[in-house]
């Protein structure tokens, strides 16, 4: 008689017949989380001239344990979290990017945008100025889109760094703004009436598409007049050399309303200058159409110190205060950019 004796836990032949078993282990471990015993048989296999037989030996080795690692299991949630994170991202950009803009679109992205630039707009603003502000920005968004709304944003970024200019001094001589050049509400929106008229106009399509862009250059105008009106007062305050009065050209002194002075006027052209570009390079306006801005926003203020060395809260006049002459300087500014690209237009034809 001749015998073989091997010792296999789970042998090839074994294997192929026991196929059907493995694979019920296998799907025990995966769907309870169990721990399986796999126990290692030896077996002795003996053969003869007149049979064999394959019989187990008598030792049986220490069971294997079948460990199951659970984290694939929780990768699919973990997966299913991170792919809403992405569907979220993804619908809050096309949500900004929608063309034209829609009021959800507008409230969410001036929203997002108030948070993030928070600390700077408490720079600026009081808490009811950040309020109108937030007003403004949405109306804006929903008329004109992102750039529009970039021009208002660079409007207040150039303002308040020009009424921050020598703070301390102004403060001293009496001649700076209210609340450190902390803007109110009231100063929010008389710095805006003009822009937002012209943003209405657009929203309800008034005059159709050949309006459209005349209230678009009305409201570039608007905010060009009102930066250029802000720089050449605080830059004036805090640099001006010698100061007149406009009406009578007789030197005042700095703050005086109405006064006007050579460096003050030269850094509100230059600052109506830039945002009339940016307002180009945005595809706000064209080209002449920023060249007109910039005429128009000098002619309204020249006018604005008229008004304000000969009326301002002179008697019979208390009701008109800086606010109140600010919605009429900014009115001007629109009203004469219309006009004027109007009279080209007709000119040109």
């Known amino acids: 008689m001749e015998s073989a004796t091997w010792s296999n836990p789970l042998s090839f032949s074994l294997f192929n017949s026991h196929s059907r078993h493995l ?21 002795t296999f003996s053969s003869s001239s007149s049979s064999s ?15 199951l690692n659970s984290r694939p299991l929780r990768s699919f ?6 792919s809403s994170i992405q569907d979220a991202i993804g619908g809050a950009i096309s949500l900004v990017q929608s063309s034209p803009a829609t009021w959800h679109s507008a409230l969410f992205s001036n929203a997002m945008i108030f948070l993030l630039g928070s600390p700077i707009l408490v720079t600026g603003l009081s808490l009811s100025g950040i309020v109108a502000a937030f007003l403004l920005g949405t109306l804006t968004w929903r008329a004109f889109g992102p750039s529009g709304f970039f021009l208002v944003a660079v409007y207040f970024v150039i303002g ?4 921050k200019v020598k703070m301390a001094q102004k403060v001293a001589q009496g001649v700076a703004e209210k609340r450190r050049g902390r803007r109110g509400p009231g100063s929010v929106i008389g710095s805006s009436a ?4 012209c943003a209405f106009l657009t929203i309800f399509g008034v005059g159709g598409e050949t309006f459209s862009r005349l209230w678009r250059l009305g409201f570039v105008a608007s905010f060009c007049t009102k930066l250029s009106d802000t720089v050449s007062s605080e830059i004036g305050k805090a640099y001006g050399k010698t100061t ?28 109506s200058v830039v945002l009339a570009f940016i307002s180009f390079l945005v595809g706000e306006v064209g080209s002449h159409e920023a060249i007109i801005c910039v005429l128009a926003a000098q002619i309204a203020n020249l006018g604005e110190s008229v008004i304000g060395a000969a009326l301002q809260e002179k008697e019979g006049f208390k009701w008109l205060n800086n606010d109140a002459v600010n919605v009429i300087n900014i009115l001007m500014g629109s009203i004469i950019a219309v006009f004027m690209q109007q009279a080209l237009q007709i000119w040109c034809s």
């Open 23 to 43: 694979t019920q282990y296998k799907f025990m471990a995966f769907s309870t989380l169990q721990t399986f015993p796999v126990p290692s048989f030896s077996f």
């Open 194 to 197: 003009a822009g937002c008229i």
């Open 244 to 271: 007149y009065l406009v009406t009578t050209f007789k030197v005042v002194p700095r703050g005086t309303e109405g006064a006007v002075s050579v460096e003050g006027t030269l850094a509100g052209i230059v600052a």
């Open 53 to 67: 037989h394959l019989k187990p030996s008598s030792s049986f080795p220490k069971p294997t344990t079948l460990l």
């Open 160 to 163: 308040t760094a020009a009424t």
């Open 77 to 82: 949630p973990r997966a299913m979290h991170v």
